[in-house]
């Protein structure tokens, strides 16, 4: 049994129904009170048992894991903590330390194994929580902390934010990493209240939510102030925001001083801090009116703590940080032996160089020994080196706090050594580069020339290393049926001359052998990527573009005698030219897109009209001809879009650690976390497959098929009805982090379907009753009822003639790009935002060509080998 001394060490955890129904935590699904999680975590606690055991949980941000956290405190079971989504590690301490319970997540629910019912641990009185340190997973090398850690740092973190039960702090750390368990424990200390959420910086959703929720804070480590920049939080209206923290590694004083003058204007501080594991979380904080005068320093200790500085030999200003206070670990476990030792140091020498400044604030001015912290994680240099002899590869590490750089000597493949390394220290291969080299430089003595392995740093030409950023997952591109069409040529958009006919157009954008004059581009297996270049094409020949010209005969579109106009209407004719409104608004959205991903400018919504395009594409390419015949087209344009997408994401899965093979196989919806991640990057790419494949198969059932060619508008207004139930949340489809989209793509679909004033004016009702209050953002509402209204309106616009050729690239393209700009993007944003759009543009563009290309050398095969036959 805990004997209630022990439990006296956390009352944050056993004294949860102190603050009856204020709310403890929110989600975007529910709201728990205090009460009520004192219940839950009672509950909880009598499934653990009554008998002291070691339990393992895989933690996400979720209320199942703050549960499980909290029980196991309040039942004085001590706790190894590690993130749900990197089950090797689970794997690898399972092994390492044999817990009596293993705690993870399943299928949304929390799956808790009892590998024993008593245990086989010997485990010390004091033990409460085990943590990796600074949140690596790459050794089984722990750190033991009390329950008076946990609570002294939680008390002393609350007293100098001044945290009150009026706090709402947002979770954008995973509670893992002890700087987000920081922000949990200290919150609960003082009955405020937590906002769960797995949502990233750069996602709208999470500053709605943010909003929504009136969150007065948020923790932060040095990259989540880039991912700021690209979001354009200077202009946010948080009305409710009264201080951000930042920890995990050191940001630099130009950030500092920046972001604490941007607080003061806009009423809210910025906290500097700074702390290890080994001290719960936290040692200092630099009071954030001292940050603009003083933005490289750490600060002062925080409330019950002390700093002094021990001198070194051969450093004359400063020496090592030495922290004391109850928030000192216990010390390092190594093996499970280790877990029934108390305490075995009473003060931490931080391995960090500082000195004191004349303000009496300290400063860090270096790292004694070989580790660095990249992204919030503490790297061991030396461990990286022996995985990699482990593996029998020699190399040399050293790194900064963006960066891991590693040489490896001989002919390696990089990129998967890259990949290996990445998994086995646990930190993301965004902030990993290697270089092959022939001999690991050294020194004359014979050791490794470190210094020089960071030069290498300055010829990025050599790196293997993958250099991908983190964004979010936001809106992505909504691209229609079929994505293989043939890339225009000069002289397919370019001007036409001779005889071209409107037989050579087709045969030209379809490679066909034959056409014959009474075929359509429809039946000629023509879908809307397909239909971009003969488009285009087909209004230089004929000098304008008929009306639903893609199901109209080829004989009735072949050009007639011309007779000339006014000479003013032949300027205008001249300077303007139509083009299709669906390719108009696919090579602007997917410019909106990608700048809005990249932080150029924020204009949101376009993808939520492509959506509706895409099923306005649908219903003009895919829906005509026999049921079989069009089966057959329907999945050959399902294919066009599902294989471009998962060949690009295989490679990006071979080239970084964002993505999994559920996300090859388009199935992350299905299969993949709960919480939004980078895996969630392709999402739409995945509902637009799944939707065409739901409409295939509706369509192959044959009274649907004759009750959709009998009821042509009334068919996608049931779709569309079906679609509103999801739309309003009022049927759950079962895959999480989807935004509805059926309920667009009908809208879309009956656009096309309408064929006079009244069917129009319809849709345009629906547009304006079902638009608003979707997204709760009236410019990203507008922009949505914009583009419908206009694909209903004017399916043709004029636009400069100029602009008809980049126009068909960027919307032949636009998936190309969406899934290219993923990958191409973060090493440039940084350096310059318009350089970093143009690039992925024309990468995607190139992408598409090579799609194109390998298309056409299929296509060309296969009609050898008939020939042949």
């Known amino acids: ?189 003082r009955g405020a209240t937590l906002v769960l ?104 200790p925080v409330p019950g703590g002390t700093f002094r500085i021990d001198p070194l030999e051969g450093l004359h200003d400063g020496g090592e940080l030495v922290y004391s206070g109850p928030n000192v670990m216990l010390g390092y476990a190594e093996t499970p032996e280790d877990l029934s030792q108390g305490r075995t140091i009473t003060e931490l020498r931080t391995g960090d160089l500082a000195r004191k400044n004349g303000a009496g604030l300290y400063e860090l001015v270096g790292r004694r020994s070989r580790f660095v912290k990249i992204v919030g994680l503490r790297v061991d240099l030396g461990q990286v080196e022996r995985i990699l002899a482990d593996l029998g590869v020699a190399a040399a590490s050293t790194g ?56 290498l740093a300055a010829d990025r030409t050599q790196a293997a290393g993958t250099f991908t950023g983190t964004p979010a997952p936001a809106a992505a591109l909504a691209e229609t049926n079929g994505t293989a069409s043939r890339e225009p040529s000069d002289d397919t958009l370019g001007s036409t001359a001779g005889t071209v006919t409107v037989a050579q157009i087709f045969k030209d954008a379809l490679e066909v052998a034959e056409v014959e004059d009474t075929a359509t581009f429809v039946s000629l297996g023509g879908d809307s990527l397909s239909f971009v270049a003969a488009s285009v094409r087909l209004e230089q020949v004929l000098g304008h573009l008929p009306p639903d010209w893609h199901v109209t005969p080829v004989r009735a579109l072949e050009p007639g005698p011309q007779l000339n106009g006014p000479s003013g209407a032949s300027a205008l004719k001249r300077t303007l030219a139509p083009i299709d409104t669906s390719i108009l608004l696919r090579a602007v959205g997917i410019i909106f897109i990608v700048s809005t991903h990249i932080g150029l400018f924020d204009w949101q919504g376009m993808a939520h009209v492509l959506i509706a395009a895409a099923g306005y594409n649908f219903a003009r390419f895919q829906l005509s001809g026999q049921r079989m015949p069009r089966l057959r087209r329907q999945l050959v344009s399902i294919g066009r879009i599902a294989l471009p997408a998962m060949a690009f994401i295989a490679f990006a899965y071979l080239v970084t650690d964002r993505y999994s093979l559920a996300n090859i196989v388009l199935l992350n919806a299905v299969l993949g976390p709960v919480e939004v991640t980078t895996q969630w990057h392709f999402w739409f790419v995945e509902d637009v497959v799944y939707i065409l494949l739901a409409m295939t198969a509706l369509l192959a059932v044959p009274w649907i098929h004759r009750t959709e060619r009998r009821f042509p508008f009334l068919y996608p207004l049931i779709l569309f009805g079906a679609g509103l139930l999801t739309r309003y949340e009022l049927v759950e489809p079962g895959i999480p982090h989807t935004i509805p989209a059926l309920w667009l793509f009908a809208l879309g679909w009956a656009v096309a379907r309408s064929r006079n004033f009244l069917q129009r004016g319809v849709v345009s009702k629906l547009t304006v009753l079902t638009v608003p209050g979707f997204f709760d953002d009236v410019a990203r509402e507008s922009t949505m009822m914009a583009g419908i209204l206009l694909l209903t309106w004017l399916p043709v616009l004029p636009v400069p003639r100029f602009l008809t050729r980049p126009a068909a690239l960027l919307a032949g393209a636009s998936l190309h790009i969406y899934l290219v700009h993923w990958l191409v993007y973060p090493p440039l944003a940084d350096l310059n935002r318009p350089l970093a759009v143009a690039a992925s543009l024309a990468a995607g563009i190139a992408y598409w060509i090579f799609c194109n290309r390998c298309a056409s050398a299929l296509h060309g095969f296969r009609n050898r080998n008939k020939q042949h036959l």
């Open 197 to 300: 959420t797995g949502l990233s910086v750069v996602d709208p959703c999470f500053w709605e939510l943010f909003r929504q929720q009136r969150c007065t804070s948020f923790a932060a480590v040095p990259y989540t102030f880039e991912l700021l920049e690209r979001v354009g939080f200077d202009d946010m209206d948080l009305p409710h925001l009264r201080y951000i923290t930042q920890a995990g590694g050191r940001l630099g004083p130009d950030r500092v001083r920046r972001y604490a003058q941007l607080g003061a204007l806009r009423g809210w501080e910025l906290f500097v801090m700074y702390g290890q594991t080994e001290a719960t979380a936290r040692m200092a904080y630099l009071p954030p009116h001292l940050a603009a005068d003083h933005p490289e320093a750490i600060g002062r």
């Open 400 to 455: 900064t706090d963006d960066r891991l750089v590693v040489a490896v000597e001989g002919n390696h493949d990089t990129q998967l050594l890259s990949k290996v390394l990445a998994q086995g220290v646990g930190m993301p291969r965004t902030a990993l580069t290697l270089y092959a080299v022939q001999e690991l430089p050294r020194l004359g003595s014979g050791k490794l020339d470190y210094p020089a392995v960071a030069a």
């Open 1 to 189: 049994m805990t004997t209630q001394l022990e439990l006296a060490g956390v009352p944050f955890a056993w004294g949860l129904a102190d603050y009856g129904d204020t709310p403890a935590i929110i989600t975007d699904q529910m709201t728990v009170t205090y009460r009520e999680l004192a219940e839950r975590v009672d509950a909880f606690a009598r499934e653990l048992g009554t008998g002291r055991r070691l339990v393992a949980l895989a933690a996400s941000n979720d209320v199942e894991s703050l549960v499980a956290y909290l029980a196991a405190l309040v039942g004085g079971h001590p706790l190894i903590l590690l993130p749900e989504d990197k089950p090797s590690a689970l794997d690898a301490l399972v092994t390492a330390y044999d817990p009596d319970v293993v705690i993870r997540p399943d299928n949304g629910q929390i799956s808790l194994v009892e590998r024993r019912q008593g245990s086989r641990h010997e485990l010390h009185p004091d033990l409460a929580l085990l943590l990796s340190t600074s949140g690596s997973t790459g050794s089984p090398k722990l750190v033991r902390l009390s329950h008076g850690n946990l609570q002294a740092n939680a008390e002393s973190i609350a007293s100098y934010l001044g945290i009150t039960a009026g706090d709402r702090a947002s979770t954008t750390l995973p509670m893992s990493y002890c700087y987000g368990l920081s922000v949990i424990n200290s919150h609960l200390s």
